[in-house]
């Protein structure tokens, strides 16, 4: 029910910014819970923070608190991830998803995955 598409992903110097914007289609997309998730290579996947459907209680991962945030535009069927103070153990592929629970911070619990795209950090 739920197609996401994520972009916004490059090649940016540490300490450098970036925003990350996940396209989403389907009707039941303001119901979703959103999540970012990213895996580097050789690397599980990761949680990096997730947002409500309303877009409230927005929740991170510690490695990334204080540096990333989650937002959403329900208007734009959107959700996006401010990155600032980028380090090169950001790099990673990020992927967005969405799930129907009404909380989630484990890649098990998401329903709905897009193909990611490639953020790249140099020294």
């Known amino acids: 029910q739920v197609q996401l598409v994520e972009s916004g992903g490059g090649l940016v110097q540490a300490g450098g910014s970036l925003r990350l914007s996940c396209a989403a289609s389907g009707r039941t997309f303001s119901t979703t819970t959103m999540g970012w998730f990213r895996q580097a290579p050789g690397s599980e996947r990761e949680f990096v923070a997730t947002?409500?459907?309303?877009?409230?209680?927005?929740y991170y991962a510690d490695s990334v608190k204080g540096r990333f945030t989650i937002s959403r535009d329900n208007a734009k069927n959107s959700v996006y991830l401010q990155m600032n103070s980028l380090k090169p153990e950001d790099t990673a592929i990020y992927y967005c998803a969405a799930t129907y629970t009404m909380f989630a911070a484990k890649d098990s619990e998401y329903k709905y995955w897009g193909q990611g795209t490639q953020v790249t950090v140099s020294s």
């Open positions: 947002i409500s459907w309303v877009g409230t209680s927005p």
